[in-house]
T-cell receptor, first 109, second 113 residues
């Protein structure tokens, strides 16, 4: 089973910030949190990852709580092209990664 | 450009036939993975390999086989023993270190006719 939990679906108005939550309450100290997204019938695309600190890149921001038990992916100005399934996963070295069902984000015009 | 290539993009198979899906990467990644995705579902792990000539079963390995003779290649064979093979198949690769993420191929859509 996946080690993370996410809401199955969310809506966001175009131009607004999309905040996608993820619970990873059993995360260990050496596991990174990764976010990917998958547009229909394509391979998942890397978005961002982090260990303890908040991270930002050209696509998104990642906010990790101080206890590391949850995180939020923020798409600051959602566009219709951000409509996709978003996966939050934990990554440790030398281990397989289990993907859960993710969050289906719909950006509404 | 470095990347991971899956071929073919679409594949049709008659019931009872084995079929092999190709996955090649030129990223020098040690680990490679095969996932299966059914409509509206997440990714389920079939097999993974962290080093040449070694691989492990994932959660749904029955009816599938793999080989890892070269670092760059990780082909997946869907055998006739797989009862419901119609699905979208994704290959991924990564360094084994946790600080690096996965790179995915564009997928192969297999349909049994």
């Amino acid at each position: 089973d996946a080690k993370t939990t996410q809401p199955p679906s969310m809506d966001c108005a175009e131009g607004r910030a999309a905040n996608l939550p993820c619970n990873h309450s059993t995360i260990s100290g050496n596991e990174y949190v990764y976010w990917y997204r998958q547009i229909h019938s394509q391979g998942p695309q890397y978005i961002i990852h982090g260990l303890k600190n908040n991270e930002t890149n050209e696509m998104a921001s990642l906010i990790i709580t101080e206890d590391r038990k949850s995180s939020t992916l923020i798409l600051p100005h959602a566009t219709l092209r951000d409509t996709a399934v978003y996966y939050c996963i934990e990554r440790t070295s030398y281990d397989k990664v289990i993907f859960g069902p993710g969050t289906s984000l719909s950006v509404i015009p | 450009d470095g990347g991971i290539t899956q071929s073919p993009k679409y594949l049709f198979r008659k019931e009872g036939q084995n079929v092999t899906l190709s996955c090649e990467q030129n990223l020098n990644h040690d680990a490679m993975y095969w996932y299966r995705q059914d409509p509206g579902q997440g990714l389920r792990l079939i097999y993974y390999s962290q080093i040449v000539n070694d691989f492990q079963k994932g959660d749904i390995a029955e009816g599938y086989s793999v080989s890892r003779e070269k670092k760059e290649s990780f082909p997946l064979t869907v055998t006739s023993a797989q009862k419901n093979p119609t699905a979208f198949y994704l290959c991924a690769s990564s360094p084994v270190d946790r600080v690096y993420g996965y790179t995915f191929g564009s997928g192969t859509r297999l349909t049994v006719v």
